[in-house]
């Protein structure tokens, strides 16, 4: 089975920052990643597919990039609603989740 | 506006079964790949099980292969999760997630319901 790390574990900044968060592929998977926010007691909510699909709805400030083996997920000026945790995912028949960013308040 | 709601959580003891069930509503429920993810307490997300539209295609999570059934019943626009012989490590909730892309991921989910193994 395909494996996917993701770095950080955490992350603190504050209002205005920029966060890169990273996952990376045990094996090519071409653009297929999807990216998601999930705040406490909350489902996960969809951002990016397919690497760097913004979902609808969801504020340009949200960015990502990559293919084959390394992605990443980028938040330009973050806003205080963006402290959450973020998780990468891979695509069937492998659809893992990365183990989690979580975006804190510095 | 798409809905998704699932129910059928609950305490049960190890060994147990329990079936889950998600009802969609506000899309064309028949036409979309559906997913069952868990999140165990303090834990990170985990994917289980995958089922296309037609119910053609199944994939299943090792640690819940022949252990749990994702099915579905299109006519009456839901999901289902059947669980046996329940560990304590499947202690979670339980998300249903609507899957346009056939590819695991979710666009739509539902609030989750509560599954707690224990004796």
């Known amino acids: 089975d395909i494996q996917v790390t993701q770095s950080p574990s955490s992350v603190s900044a504050s209002v205005g920052d920029r966060v890169t968060i990273t996952c990376r592929a045990s094996?090519?998977?071409?653009?297929?990643l999807a990216w998601y926010q999930q705040k406490p007691g909350k489902a996960p909510k969809l951002l990016i597919h397919?690497?760097?699909t913004l979902q609808s709805g969801v504020p340009s400030r949200f960015s990502g990039s990559g293919s084959g083996t390394d992605f990443t997920l980028t938040i330009n000026s973050l806003q205080p609603e963006d402290f959450a945790t973020y998780y990468c995912q891979l695509p069937n028949s492998f659809p893992a989740f990365g183990g989690g960013t979580r975006v804190e308040i510095k | 506006e798409v809905q998704l709601v699932e129910s059928g959580g609950g305490l049960v003891q190890p060994g147990g079964s329990l079936r889950l069930s998600c009802a969609a509503s506000?899309?064309?429920?028949?036409?979309?790949?559906m997913n069952w993810v868990r999140q165990a307490p303090g834990k990170g997300l985990e994917w289980i099980a995958y089922i296309s539209s037609s119910s053609s295609t199944i994939f299943y999570a090792a640690s819940v292969q022949d252990r749990f059934t994702i099915s579905r019943d299109n006519a009456g626009n839901s999901l289902y999760l059947q669980m046996d012989s329940l560990r304590a490590e499947d202690t979670a909730v339980y998300y249903c997630?609507?899957?346009?892309?056939?590819?695991?991921?979710?666009?739509?989910w539902g609030q989750g319901t509560l599954v707690t193994v224990s004796s």
């Open positions: 397919s690497a760097s």
């Open positions: 997630a609507r899957d346009p892309f056939s590819s695991g991921w979710g666009d739509q």
């Open positions: 506000g899309f064309t429920f028949n036409t979309y790949s």
């Open positions: 094996q090519g998977i071409s653009k297929n």
